[in-house]
């Protein structure tokens, strides 16, 4: 099991949401929902026990296969676009399957992202069809 899978896990357990988990912990919301995407990991001990306390664990029972979390796990050179829209993508499904959003607040973030996909897909054409 992954860390960000026992975040989840641990979380579920309490019965809390992320924004709960994220205020019980001093951690922001965006954080919990990238721990629990498996696109970020704790970046020192400090904040990998606040998190544990926050969810009645030790830190072991969450890293307990993981490597030291004081490393930074984060390697700018690999930032490129591609690589920023497959963070972000796992960043939403994680989002979208949780519970903290009602079922309209989901409609409305997919309706928004299709409507910046196609507009994205239209001014590509228009920009294309002005340059052939």
């Keep these: 099991m992954t860390f960000g899978q026992k975040v989840r896990k641990y979380r579920k357990q309490k019965r809390l949401s992320q924004n709960a988990l994220a205020e019980l912990s001093g951690i922001s919301l965006r954080t919990i929902y990238g721990y629990e995407a498996g696109t970020t990991y ?9 998190l ?3 969810l009645d664990v030790t830190s072991e029972e969450l890293t307990d296969d993981k490597p030291d ?9 690999d930032y490129s676009p ?24 989901k409609d409305t ?6 409507d910046a996909y196609w507009d994205s897909r239209r ?9 052939t």
Aim: charged fraction near 25%.
């Design 82 to 105: 591609n690589r920023q829209a497959q963070l972000l993508a796992q960043q939403l499904i994680a989002l979208l399957q949780s519970d903290d959003l009602s079922d309209a607040e």
């Design 52 to 54: 544990a306390a926050a």
């Design 42 to 50: 704790p970046r020192t001990n400090f904040i990998l026990n606040r």
């Design 109 to 114: 973030l997919t309706q928004s992202i299709m």
């Design 69 to 77: 979390p004081e490393v930074v796990f984060f390697d700018p050179s």
């Design 123 to 131: 001014k590509s054409r228009e920009k294309n069809d002005t340059t």
